[in-house]
């Protein structure tokens, strides 16, 4: 069974960074574009980033420059680099593949930001 955990979010000022961290088991990770999203209370998921399994990346516009996605194929563990964090930030995070599977939504690690 396919099994992803998110995890590195926390606390931080405006300003701040942290690294988040997607875990995979299963043979799902090498082999896929996996996303990392977000999600606000009373709001849809949205797709943050994505990287191709030959990291090939896409950003949304309101983390680019920001955000970076990366992945280590032999470890199956996907990061998501986050400088200038924001308190529009403040949301929790998810990583799945891209398109998402819905069998494959893990517990998030929540990112807060503020002072």
């Known amino acids: 069974q396919v099994q992803l955990v998110e995890s590195g979010g926390g606390l931080v000022q405006p300003g701040g960074s942290l690294r988040l961290s997607c875990a995979a088991s299963g043979s799902i990770f090498s082999t896929n574009v996996m996303g990392w999203y977000r999600q606000a209370p009373g709001k849809q998921r949205d797709l943050v980033a994505r990287?191709?399994?030959?990291?090939?990346?896409y950003y949304a516009d309101s983390v680019k420059g920001r955000f970076t996605i990366s992945r280590d194929n032999a470890k199956n563990t996907m990061y998501l680099q986050m400088n200038s964090l924001k308190p529009e930030d403040t949301v929790v995070y998810y990583c799945?593949?891209?398109?998402?599977?819905?069998?494959?939504w893990g517990q998030g690690t929540q990112v807060t930001v503020s002072s």
């Open positions: 990287i191709s399994r030959f990291h090939s990346t």
């Open positions: 799945n593949t891209y398109p998402i599977n819905s069998n494959y």
